[in-house]
């Protein structure tokens, strides 16, 4: 019930295409969905969050769509870049509290 | 504006030590989350403080306990260490504990447990 799925677990993109990461949650109590971005040795940086009464949001070059129904949502990232790989999560919470993350993917970015 | 620290950042121990990890949160911060991350994994919550109180506890057992001081820095301790509490433990801090709440994490402490 606590669980986020994401897929796939690794993703190579050409410079310039476009990377599409997907997650799945079972508990219709989550109410905030935050990508994290995560270079090796550093923390997870927050990239973009939705929550479930919006569809889809959209900051640069990431958008996150969102599937109430479905119980989906997912990461573009358009014009990708060199720069862009890194391994990413998508999570899940309710009011704020205890995150549940998703096993992250990996994205490399070919130049 | 100093964002969250922790230290140390590499730690390596015995099985059966006992360890204590640091984090200072980000300025103006009050909550302190902490985070275990296995190789290849995503981060498992452990425990949040807010306050100096544990408010929300994941599934760890009792080996994992903490403390949030006065001044909202923290500290992550674990007991009796086994092989698989080596991991990055991560600690994220944020304003309050409802709401849409935007968590910054911090670089982390790779504990190694031999």
């Known amino acids: 019930q606590q669980q986020v799925k994401q897929s796939p677990q690794s993703l190579i993109v050409q410079k310039g295409g476009i990377s599409i990461i997907n997650c799945a949650y079972e508990n219709t109590a989550f109410d905030y969905f935050p990508w994290y971005q995560q270079f090796p040795g550093k923390g997870p940086a927050l990239l973009i969050a939705i929550r479930p009464d919006v569809s889809e949001k959209k900051e640069g070059r990431f958008t996150i769509s969102f599937n109430k129904s479905a119980k989906q949502f997912s990461l573009h990232i358009m014009d990708s870049q060199p720069g862009d790989s890194a391994t990413y999560f998508c999570?899940?919470?309710?009011?704020?509290?205890?995150?549940?993350f998703g096993p992250g993917t990996r994205l490399s970015v070919l130049p | 504006d100093a964002g969250v620290t922790q230290s140390p950042t590499h730690l390596i121990k015995t099985r059966g030590q006992q360890v204590t990890l640091r984090c200072s949160p980000k300025s103006g911060h009050d909550t302190v989350s902490w985070y275990q991350q296995a190789l290849g994994q995503g981060p498992q919550f452990i425990f949040q403080y807010y306050e100096e109180e544990e408010r929300q506890r994941g599934n760890f057992p009792d080996r994992f306990s903490g403390h949030q001081f006065p001044n909202y820095s923290s500290e992550l301790n674990v007991n009796a260490l086994l092989l698989g509490d080596s991991a990055l433990y991560l600690c994220?801090?944020?304003?309050?504990?409802?709401?849409?709440?935007?968590?910054?994490f911090g670089p982390g402490t790779r504990l190694t447990v031999t």
């Open positions: 999570a899940a919470s309710i009011w704020g509290q205890n995150f549940v």
């Open positions: 994220a801090s944020s304003f309050g504990t409802s709401g849409s709440v935007q968590q910054y």
